[in-house]
């Protein structure tokens, strides 16, 4: 009986992983908006409002990696953009760094 109870058991347990495996990701309004940029990516309508959880220094290291150096005044405002003034390519620009990782310039 011990057995019988034992087999059981671990039938049901091995069913609840089949389960979790066949679940699908649920749908996206706007599949072009990625959830994190990466290097050889940006939101089109970058940069994107919303809460930023980069620090003040991985927000300086990453506009930093992007080529821009002398990175000054770098302030988060109220929509959650970190924009700072940065040189790159020997010319002084205003930089923004969204939540999402885009870097954009003007």
Same mark, same amino acid.
């Given at each position: #009986?011990?057995?019988? @109870?034992?087999?059981?058991?671990?039938?049901?347990?091995? *069913?609840?992983? %089949?389960? %979790?495996? *066949?679940?699908?990701?649920? %749908?996206? =309004?706007?599949?072009? $908006?990625?959830? &994190? %940029? =990466?290097?050889?990516? *940006?939101?089109? =309508?970058?940069?994107?409002?919303?809460?930023? !959880?980069? $620090?003040?220094?991985?927000?300086?290291?990453? @506009? $930093?990696?992007?080529?821009? =150096?002398? &990175? *000054?005044?770098?302030?988060?405002?109220?929509?959650? &953009?970190?924009?700072?003034?940065? #040189?790159?390519?020997?010319? !002084?620009?205003?930089?923004? @760094?969204?939540?999402?990782?885009?870097?954009?310039?003007?």
């Amino acid at each position: #009986m011990k057995n019988v @109870l034992l087999a059981a058991v671990f039938l049901g347990a091995t *069913t609840f992983g %089949a389960f %979790a495996q *066949t679940a699908t990701p649920p %749908a996206t =309004t706007d599949g072009d $908006t990625p959830a &994190v %940029a =990466t290097p050889d990516t *940006t939101n089109l =309508t970058a940069p994107v409002a919303g809460a930023n !959880s980069f $620090t003040e220094a991985q927000a300086k290291d990453r @506009l $930093t990696e992007a080529g821009y =150096t002398d &990175v *000054t005044g770098l302030k988060l405002d109220d929509k959650g &953009v970190w924009r700072a003034t940065g #040189m790159k390519d020997g010319k !002084s620009v205003a930089v923004a @760094l969204d939540y999402q990782g885009n870097i954009v310039a003007n």
